[in-house]
Nanobody
């Protein structure tokens, strides 16, 4: 059973920063793609950033240059550093894993590629 637990959300003013963390269960034998997604009220869940099975990061256009995704394999933790936050970044942020599947390239930003999801952490950015 894969369990993903997000933390680090909160309320900030526009221009501020937050760092999200996602702690996951240990798993050996496969290298999934892992990523961050977000969903605002009344909107569809959308990709934010992901790391493919070769370790290559991919970003949604809306966050390029502002957000950075990284992982600590020893701690089985995924991070999302969010800088220059804007009100339209307000959403619930989820981490996800494609275990046991692997994925690469454009697949990494497709929510349907992911089989395991955390409960989410709320990010609110005020103007």
């Amino acid at each position: 059973q894969v369990q993903l637990v997000e933390s680090g959300g909160g309320s900030v003013q526009a221009g501020g920063s937050l760092r999200l963390s996602c702690a996951g269960s240990r798993y050996t034998g496969s290298t999934p793609c892992i990523g961050w997604f977000r969903q605002a009220p009344g909107k569809k869940r959308e990709a934010v950033a992901a790391i493919d099975s070769d370790g290559t990061p991919t970003y949604a256009d809306a966050v390029k240059g502002r957000f950075t995704i990284s992982q600590d394999n020893a701690k089985k933790t995924l991070y999302l550093q969010m800088n220059s936050l804007r009100p339209d970044d307000t959403a619930k942020y989820y981490c996800a894993s494609s275990l046991p599947a692997r994925c690469w390239g454009a697949e990494t930003l497709r929510p349907l590629q992911y089989n395991h999801w955390g409960q989410g952490t709320q990010v609110t950015v005020s103007s």
